[in-house]
């Protein structure tokens, strides 16, 4: 039996050609393409499809994902009737039912072949985000609204989520934000996702397992537990004070640490801009004075840098996003990467089933009938 590797750090799980990091240089790129890239350069759809194909879409190419992803976003009424009924529901619950909801009204839902994943691939996108935006407009008594086929992805997100067709700034910020999440190599929602696709169980199921983990506050769940802290605060010294005290009971700091980073990550290096940016235009300053002494007090006293859920909290908070609504949000993102990797998958399958070292009793226990134990 080979060695043990306490949550699997650091060991090579498999080969893919989706997503490059180097932790140690703070180093992303998604198909070769480097974050910093993307960030400054690309449109959400753009990444998409480069993350589902290996190349960035041609202008006819762009048109027909953008086509694609407006015609097939209407969600199944059965969906809308069970988001109708979630009004208090946890929204990543919610968004992880619904979500595996979806399989029952896909005619192409048990057809393996590359061409129907592909196409499921594309719905998952567009109707995520219909999911995400839907739920919030029903639980806040408003009807649902019909997306302008005239936006692109985030814009579209930002007005079917409050009505209102978002300025360029606004619609720009959410944009990298998307860009940035898309996808993080063997991140723990995307193995679970790999480990149920490698059954050959289908995209829906594989998908529904990355929500699940991408809930859990070790993962997704820490951009919500981030504002809360933040909104805690009342000044700096309070922010300095409470990191201190926090990290001398050896309790973890949401937003900081990372498994491979062993440096700034780089998508919290673009997140810090928007948040201060977004900040400033929207009388949220302060989070960011907030956010910055966190860091530095952090940093000081563990070494520890911010990671990618740090500054995309005040982000979304200054965008006027619901708290409950961040992590959903980073599953709208992620479906790109989830479904990327589900499809890679596919093509290259091996049933993924590792060994566990048994530290039970030994074998040969004496069986004692159950009215004698
Ligand atoms: C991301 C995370 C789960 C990685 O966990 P991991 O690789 O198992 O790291 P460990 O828990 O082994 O931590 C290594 C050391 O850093 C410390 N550490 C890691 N993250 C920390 C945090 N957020 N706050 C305070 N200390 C932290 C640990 O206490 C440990 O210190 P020690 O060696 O003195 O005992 C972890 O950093 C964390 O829980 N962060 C907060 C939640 C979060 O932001 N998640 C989103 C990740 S993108």
New binding site residues.
Partial sequence: MGTITA?L?GVIAGESEICYIDGYQGILSYRGYNIHTLAEKAVFEEVIFLLWNGWLPKQPELDRLKKDLVAVRELPAAVIDFLSGQVKGNPMDVLRTAVSMLSLYDPEAQDMSAEANHRKAVRLMAQTANIVTGFNRLRTGNPLMPGDPSLGFSANFLYTLTGKRPDEVMERAFDVAMVLHADHELNASTFAARVTAATLSDIYSSITSGIGALKG???GG?NQEVIRWLLDLGDEDEAVERVKNT?AR??????????VYRTEDPRATHLRVLSEELGRRTGHEKLFRLSRRMEET?KEI?G?DA????YSASTYYSLGIPIDLFTPIFAVSRMAGWTAHVLEQYRNNRLIRPRAEYKGNPDGQTWIPVGKR
Wanted: hydrophobic share 40%.
């Fill in positions: 949550g750090e506050p070790l993962h820490a990290l050896k309790v973890k700091i949401p937003g900081f640490g990372h498994r952090v563990k520890l990671n990618v859920d740090f």
